[in-house]
């Protein structure tokens, strides 16, 4: 009976130890759980930088330093953000909370020529080369002080690379043209008005006019002027004369706007308008004349010296004529302009003179007629035009004039009374 007792109370005692080592396991496992994670590692983190320090040798990042690489970003970021925290270029710029490593700002991250520093404190990107997009990397737009921040601030022969979409669609000059049409027109991005004849390349695109041609149909007067004017800047025939300041076209001067059967040159050159048929028939002297000669023959000169009358003969020729005179009707004018230099050549008392003289246009300010069955010019004008010209030839290129002088000069030095037969030779 005893020993079923002690026998008895064995087993018990046995059962509660075998209860106590049970408990002690599973009170060692539930504290082993609280101290590591899901895997049973340790999740310490010494540099608090939201990676524990397993996963940082795992990764080859540093337990001891939150920012591994020193670019700004912590660790534990570059890790959310995907970007490598090996590499001090593989970052979100907008990630950056810590002051970068020396190594950071003076490198350059997107090979710009500008440190990742200065970009800083330019406040362009340090991860893009051309932070405005214009197609000029940052170092050359400092290069050239424009602003890298600025897509309409560059020098366009500095673009050496794509620009984006937004400068593409930007319009820099405000003509209504984007500048990757500008680009690929040859117009000025910056200069609304590329061949300056007053309609901006915005109008000239939408009027079918050339923005890099001043005077689109060579009627010798500007796009801008015919706007203004509101003739047509695509008809050659469109326009006011008085409006044309450009050197008009071959085909417009060959061209016949009015159908009289008359060129428009031959008409400006006529004095006649290459708009208006209805004129009649035109006097073969209108027109522009250039003065290509003026001599004078059979010349004799006269003066008193010591109270006698001395009579020489003498001759005179012109050089560097550079003047015209141009004849109109209705009314009829005649307009001199320029000058030539007049040379007399005399002797007296066995000496030689030359006297040299610049004179304005043979033919000055007045009116005209052609009388004698065309043979005869009238002029009316200043003293030293008036008078009757023989007409010696008349022809579309070429005009000799005659005129008989009796009158005083001064040559030589002293007063002489001159006469002699004044030729004047003109051509067109």
């Known amino acids: 009976m005893k020993i079923t007792k002690f026998l008895t109370l064995l087993l018990f005692t046995v059962l509660i130890l075998a209860s106590c080592a049970d408990n002690s396991d599973v009170f060692n496992e539930i504290f082993s759980e609280q101290s590591s994670d899901d895997e049973g590692t340790d999740d310490t983190d010494t540099d608090n930088d939201g990676v524990s320090d ?46 970068s490593s020396q190594e950071w700002k003076d490198g350059d991250c997107d090979s710009d020529g500008v440190t990742n520093k200065d970009e800083v404190d330019a406040e362009s990107d340090t991860l893009k080369a051309d932070t405005d997009g214009d197609g000029v990397n940052d170092g050359d737009e400092v290069r050239d002080e424009t602003d890298a921040l600025d897509n309409c601030s560059l020098l366009l022969e500095s673009q050496n690379l794509t620009p984006d979409s937004t400068w593409n669609s930007a319009d ?29 390349d915005g109008q000239e695109k939408s009027d079918g006019t050339d923005p890099l041609k001043p005077d689109t149909d060579g009627d010798g007067v500007t ?20 409006s044309q300041t450009l050197e008009s076209s071959t085909e417009w001067k060959n061209a016949d706007c009015d159908s009289d059967g008359i060129s428009n040159i031959d008409e400006i ?11 009649g028939e035109v006097s073969a002297i209108v027109g522009i004349w250039s003065l290509t000669d003026a001599t004078i023959s059979n010349g004799q000169a006269s003066t008193l010296f010591e109270g006698q009358t001395v009579s020489f003969a003498y001759s005179s020729t012109s050089e560097n004529e550079n ?4 004849f109109t009707e209705n009314p009829n004018e005649l307009t001199g302009m320029g000058e030539y230099t007049n040379v007399i050549n005399f002797s007296l008392f066995g000496n030689d003179y030359s006297d040299v003289t610049v004179v304005p246009s043979p033919l000055n300010n007045g009116n005209w007629q052609i009388i004698n069955d065309d043979d005869e010019l009238l002029v009316s004008g200043d003293e030293n035009s008036n008078g009757s010209y023989r007409i010696i030839e008349l022809t579309d290129t070429s005009m000799v004039l005659e005129k008989d002088i009796d009158q005083p000069i001064f040559a030589g030095g002293v007063n002489l009374d001159v006469t002699g037969t004044l030729t004047l030779t003109f051509s067109r």
């Open 323 to 326: 003047a015209s005179v141009t």
């Open 54 to 99: 397993d996963d940082e040798t795992a990764d080859g990042t540093d337990p001891n330093k939150p920012d591994t690489d020193g670019d700004g970003v912590i660790d534990g970021t570059e890790k959310s953000d995907s970007t490598n925290p090996l590499d001090i270029c593989s970052f979100v710029l907008e990630s950056q909370t810590l002051d």
């Open 269 to 279: 050159n006529n004095g006649t308008d290459p708009l208006t048929p209805e004129q």
């Open 223 to 242: 796009d801008g002027k015919e706007n203004t004017d509101t003739t047509d800047p695509n008809d050659f025939c469109s326009l006011f004369i008085n």
């Open 172 to 200: 820099c000059d405000s003509d209504g043209i984007t500048n990757a049409v500008e680009i690929q027109d040859g117009t000025d991005i910056f200069q609304e008005d590329s061949d300056s004849d007053g309609a901006n």
